[in-house]
């Protein structure tokens, strides 16, 4: 006799419980559609700004996270992912428990900090410099003469972004020396071979860059040159 009030009880606590969840969900779908009633409980106010911080980038690694290149990409993309990595820049770092990789100490914090800085200096270089060769005409033909004075805007288009790229070559090689001095290999290996590499001279943007934009006013000299000729 006493099997069937405990099973009543068992059922009922289970149909409380579901109704509870509905309830929870419920609340969820209005807060998150703007359904909600005037009054709601402070706690339901939770998910909002969890979500915020979520899909709202604050921090340099939030920025640097968005950065992408397609496999076919266009000036557009290239200009978001310098606009991106500018505002990362200016952004302050994630807690050194959040960082891209593991931290152990405030040196290797410190390190971390100036190898993200490099790098994305590098990512902003490289990225001037691909917007810069879409305008770049790496050779002039006799019979270019004919377009001169497009082929000329282009040509210059390209010296003014080759110029654009050059500080921040600049700045990733100030903070490659700052981040060498401290002896310290973090689990950045992709970057600290980067780091390597501009200190030992092996990677020499400075050199690539003017050369870029010393052939380009040659290349503008020819061009010149040729439409007078044609004149």
């Not at 005037?38 to 968005?66: A, C, G, N, Q, W």
């Not at 005409?137 to 210059?156: G, N, P, T």
Request: with cysteine.
């Amino acid at each position: 006799m006493t099997v069937k009030p405990i099973k009543f009880i068992y059922m009922l606590a289970l149909l409380l419980i579901s109704v509870s969840a509905l309830h929870a969900e419920d609340y969820q779908y209005q807060y998150f559609n703007g359904g909600k009633d005037k009054y709601v409980p402070f706690s339901d106010y939770i998910p909002r700004v969890r979500l915020h911080y979520k899909t709202v980038p604050h921090y340099l690694e939030d920025y640097y996270e968005l950065y992408g290149m397609k496999q076919y990409y266009n000036e557009n993309s290239l200009r978001k992912n310098i606009a991106r990595m500018k505002t990362a820049l200016s952004c302050k770092f994630r807690h050194p428990s959040m960082a891209l990789v593991r931290i152990e100490s405030e040196q290797e914090y410190l390190k971390y900090r100036n190898l993200m800085f490099m790098h994305i200096n590098l990512l902003i270089m490289r990225n001037y410099m691909k917007i810069a060769s879409k305008y770049d005409m790496r050779k002039i033909r006799f019979y270019h003469a004919d377009f001169a004075d497009d082929i000329r805007d282009s040509l210059h288009t390209a010296e003014k972004y080759y110029g654009q790229a050059l500080p921040y070559w600049q700045e990733a090689v100030k903070y490659a020396r700052v981040a060498s001095g401290i002896r310290i290999t973090t689990d950045l290996s992709a970057i600290e071979s980067e780091r390597f590499s501009i200190i030992h001279g092996d990677l020499d943007y400075n050199r690539i860059i003017r050369g870029h934009m010393t052939r380009v006013r040659e290349n503008r000299n020819k061009l010149s040159e040729a439409s007078h000729a044609r004149n």
